[in-house]
């Protein structure tokens, strides 16, 4: 069974400019969620996605992050400007049920702000 | 806030010894815990759950968890070297399907 895949691996971007990242999840998993590692803090929390829809955003930094997960499979995490601050790496976890369950991490997408 | 807290090392161990990971957590109602082991530049990989009080073993691998003193603990029984990693603590944001990480405790395995 494959695992959580990302794309891209590493992106370099100057401040101001727009950044995609996608996440596909493991196959049958309806829970989808972004995390976001900034150096030398510890992983925090950005949204969750029950199939399509956002459950929860609370964790997003302000209006420059937009998440959207079409059809309920992949998603897709675009920061648009880019600052400074944005830098770090982002994980997308996925689970089969919700509260509780076992999430499962891809291998993160490391970004740097230039 | 609620808040996860590990001691972030470095915990050094020769090999075949036993390796004590300890987490403590903020939140009452938290259910859930999790450890996770991360190498370096990797994504956390899902080692252990635990859900209820006392001790769950998997392999070398033991959980303990006792949700009056808010504290969870991993040991890793017969370290190995290629158990050096990070090991993060994770726990249930109560009724919210996210994650709360703690910063991680680096351990080394000297040979």
């Known amino acids: 069974e494959a695992g959580v895949t990302q794309f891209p691996s590493h992106s370099v971007i100057e401040k101001g400019q727009t950044v995609t990242l996608r996440c596909d999840p493991i196959?049958?998993?309806?829970?989808l969620y972004w995390y976001r590692r900034v150096m030398g803090k510890e992983i925090k929390f950005l949204l969750h996605f029950v199939k399509e829809s956002k459950q929860d955003e609370s964790g997003m930094p302000n209006n420059r992050f937009l998440a959207e997960r079409t059809g309920g499979t992949y998603s897709t995490l675009k920061v648009q400007p880019a600052e400074l601050e944005d830098s770090g790496v982002y994980f997308c976890?996925?689970?089969?049920?919700?509260?509780?369950?076992?999430?499962?991490f891809g291998p993160g997408t490391r970004l740097t702000v230039t | 806030q609620k808040e996860v807290e590990q001691n972030s090392g470095p915990l050094s161990v020769p090999e075949g010894a036993i390796a004590s990971l300890n987490c403590t957590y903020s939140?009452?109602?938290?259910?859930?815990f999790f450890w996770y082991r991360q190498y370096s530049g990797k994504s956390p990989e899902l080692i252990m759950s635990?859900?209820?009080?006392g001790d769950k073993e998997d392999g070398r691998f033991t959980a303990q968890l006792n949700k009056a003193s808010q504290y969870v603990s991993l040991l890793i029984r017969d370290s190995q070297p290629s158990d050096s990693a990070t090991y993060l603590c994770a726990v249930y944001g109560g009724s919210q399907g996210n994650l709360i990480f703690g910063k991680g405790t680096k351990l080394s395995v000297k040979p």
């Open positions: 939140d009452r109602v938290s259910q859930s």
């Open positions: 976890a996925s689970s089969y049920g919700g509260s509780g369950y076992e999430q499962y």
């Open positions: 635990i859900y209820s009080n």
């Open positions: 196959s049958g998993h309806d829970n």
